[in-house]
C-alpha cells in the first residue's frame, strides 16, 4: 500500500474533506502541503458537520497530522481552529499536529491588503477569500516573509516586523487611504501566543522523513483545485500556490517518489466561488437547482457558489497536470432528480473545435461549451452502497466519464456523510 495524495479536479469545494477523513482510517500521516485557510473542508460524522480550514482533515480520524512548509499559516485561526476541535473532542495536542518550522506566517497586513486591493479592483475583483493569501505567498517570493522558525527568535520576529511595516504601511496608508499598523502591537500580539505554538513547531519534513523510513503510510491532502493552481488554472482568477500533486513533495518536505496514488476528487457537476471564466455555467432554472439541492454555499466565506454541467476539457488538463491514477466522483445525488444531464466533451471557439483548455482568459471567455445529452436516472442514490445497485443510467453516465478523461472511477459519493460512499475499487 502505498502514499496517496488527494486534490481538487476543478475550481475547490470538489469533496477532498469527506474524501480525506474516509481515506485517513487507513492512513497513519494527513499533510497539508499548500494554500491556507482560504480552504474549507467539510466532513460530517454520524450526523455531525465539522469545517476544517487549516489542520488536515485527517484529525477527525485522529491520525497525526502535519502542516508542510508549502502551506501558509494565519496562527490565530490556527490557535481558533485548534479550540473549536477540542470543543468537539478531537485531540489536537503536540503529539498529533505539527506545523513546518519553514511555513510562512499570514500577518495582519498580509489581510489588510489582500481586502485593500479588492475594494480598489471593484468589479474586476478576483473574489479572493481576503485571508491574506495572495500577499503572503508574495512576500514569501520577494523574501521578505516571516516563517515559523522567525517567531521562535523573538529579537529577529521584531526585527522583522518592524521593518516591513516601514514599507507596508506606507503602501496601505498612501496607496490604499488605510489606517496604519502599529508594529509593537503587531509584535506583541505574536509574541502572546508562542508559548502556546512552540510545542507545534518543528521540522516537518525529518519527521515525515522517519515516518516514511518506519512504514508509516501518507496521505496528502489538497486544498482548492487544479483551476485554481497558480500556474495551469484559470489566471489571474486563481489562488496564490501550486494546488498540483507534484507540489505535495515540495510543499510537505519529501521529493516525488513518495507520491504514488494520485486521486482527483471531482464533483458530478462544476462549481466556482469568485469571479472568472467559467465555460458550462447555467444561469437557467438547471443551474439554481443544482445550486439549492447540493447546497452550493462556499464553506470558507459563505458565498453562492455558481454551478454548471461537468467540464471534460477541465478534466482532461487536471489528469494531465497531476497524473491522475484514479477519480472520485461527489455529490452524485445532486443529480437524481434531473431529466438530463448533460457532459461538456469540448469546447467551441471561434467556430473550432478545442479540446484543449486554453490559457488565454479572453479565449476561454468565448468558447461554448459542446455537450453530449444523458438522460438523468430520477431515483434516489444515497441509500446505495454498492456499485452495481446503481441505477445502470447512472453507471453509464459514470462510464462515459472515465472514458472521456482516461482515469478510472474508484469511490462514488452519494451524500455527504461518510457512510453514503460506494467504494468501487480500492485506492490502496
Ligand atoms: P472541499 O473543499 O473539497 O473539502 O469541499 P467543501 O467541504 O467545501 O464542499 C463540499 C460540500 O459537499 C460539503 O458541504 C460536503 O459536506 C458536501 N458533500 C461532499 N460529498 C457529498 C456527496 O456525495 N453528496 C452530497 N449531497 N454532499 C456532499
Ligand atoms: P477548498 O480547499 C473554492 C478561490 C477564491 C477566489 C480565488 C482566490 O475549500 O476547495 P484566495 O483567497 O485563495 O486568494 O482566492 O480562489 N478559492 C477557493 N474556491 N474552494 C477553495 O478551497 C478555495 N480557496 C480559494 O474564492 O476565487
Ligand atoms: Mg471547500
Redesign the pocket.
Known amino acids: 500500500m502505498g502514499n496517496i495524495v488527494v486534490i481538487?479536479t476543478q475550481w475547490?469545494?470538489?469533496?477532498?474533506?469527506?474524501?480525506?477523513d474516509l481515506l485517513s482510517e487507513h492512513t497513519d500521516y494527513v499533510i497539508r502541503f499548500q494554500g491556507g485557510n482560504n480552504?474549507?473542508?467539510?466532513?460530517?460524522v454520524n450526523g455531525k458537520?465539522i469545517?476544517s480550514h487549516l489542520i488536515p482533515?485527517g484529525i477527525i480520524q485522529q491520525k497525526k497530522c502535519f502542516i508542510g512548509n508549502g502551506v501558509v499559516v494565519d496562527p490565530m485561526v490556527l490557535l481558533e481552529e485548534m479550540n473549536y476541535l477540542i470543543e468537539n473532542g478531537i485531540n489536537v495536542s503536540p503529539d498529533m499536529l505539527k506545523v513546518s518550522d519553514r511555513a510562512h506566517m499570514i500577518m495582519p497586513y498580509h489581510k489588510h491588503i489582500d481586502m485593500a486591493r479588492e475594494t480598489k479592483k471593484g468589479k474586476n475583483k478576483i473574489g479572493t477569500t481576503g485571508r491574506g493569501i495572495g500577499p503572503c505567498y508574495e512576500d514569501r517570493a520577494t523574501r521578505r516573509g516571516i516563517r515559523f522558525c522567525d517567531l521562535l527568535e523573538p529579537d529577529v520576529f521584531a526585527q522583522k516586523v518592524e521593518t516591513i511595516l516601514d514599507e507596508k504601511n506606507f503602501y496601505l496608508t498612501k496607496y490604499f487611504n488605510s489606517d496604519p499598523l502599529d508594529p509593537q502591537e503587531v509584535i506583541q500580539q505574536f509574541l502572546d501566543i508562542k508559548e502556546r505554538l512552540t510545542p507545534y513547531i518543528t521540522d516537518v519534513s525529518v519527521m515525515l522523513h522517519e515516518g516514511i523510513k518506519s512504514d508509516k503510510k501518507l496521505l496528502f491532502e489538497g486544498?482548492q483545485?487544479t483551476h485554481l493552481d497558480i500556474e495551469h488554472g484559470t489566471y489571474p482568477f486563481v489562488t496564490s500556490s501550486s494546488t498540483a500533486s507534484g507540489n505535495a513533495a515540495c510543499g510537505a518536505g519529501g521529493g516525488p517518489i513518495h507520491l504514488n496514488e494520485i486521486i482527483g476528487?471531482v464533483?458530478a457537476y462544476t462549481t466556482r466561488v469568485g469571479a472568472g471564466p467559467f465555460p458550462t455555467e447555467l444561469f437557467d432554472e438547471t443551474g439554481e437547482t443544482l445550486q439549492q439541492?447540493?447546497?452550493?454555499f462556499?464553506?470558507?466565506t459563505g458565498r453562492k457558489r455558481r454551478c454548471g454541467w461537468l467540464d471534460m476539457v477541465m478534466l482532461r488538463h487536471t489528469a494531465r497536470l497531476n497524473s491522475l491514477t484514479g477519480l472520485v466522483i461527489?455529490?452524485?445525488?445532486?443529480l437524481d432528480d434531473l431529466d438530463e444531464i448533460k457532459i461538456c466533451t469540448h469546447y467551441s471557439y471561434k467556430g473550432k473545435d478545442l479540446y484543449d483548455f486554453p490559457a488565454s482568459i479572453n479565449v476561454l471567455k468565448e468558447c461554448e461549451p459542446v455537450y453530449e445529452t444523458l438522460p438523468g436516472w430520477k431515483s434516489k442514490t444515497?441509500n446505495l452502497l454498492n456499485f452495481d445497485q446503481l441505477p445502470q443510467i447512472a453507471q453509464d453516465y459514470l462510464a462515459r466519464i472515465e472514458q472521456l478523461v482516461e482515469v478510472p472511477i474508484k469511490i462514488v459519493?452519494?451524500?455527504?456523510g461518510r457512510e453514503?460512499?460506494i467504494i468501487k475499487e480500492s485506492v490502496f
Open positions: 481538487g475547490g469545494d470538489e469533496g477532498k474533506g469527506k474524501i480525506v480552504a474549507g473542508h467539510t466532513m460530517v458537520e469545517i482533515s486544498a483545485g476528487i464533483k439541492t447540493g447546497s452550493e462556499g464553506a470558507t461527489t455529490k452524485l445525488d445532486v444515497s459519493s452519494v451524500g455527504p453514503a460512499t
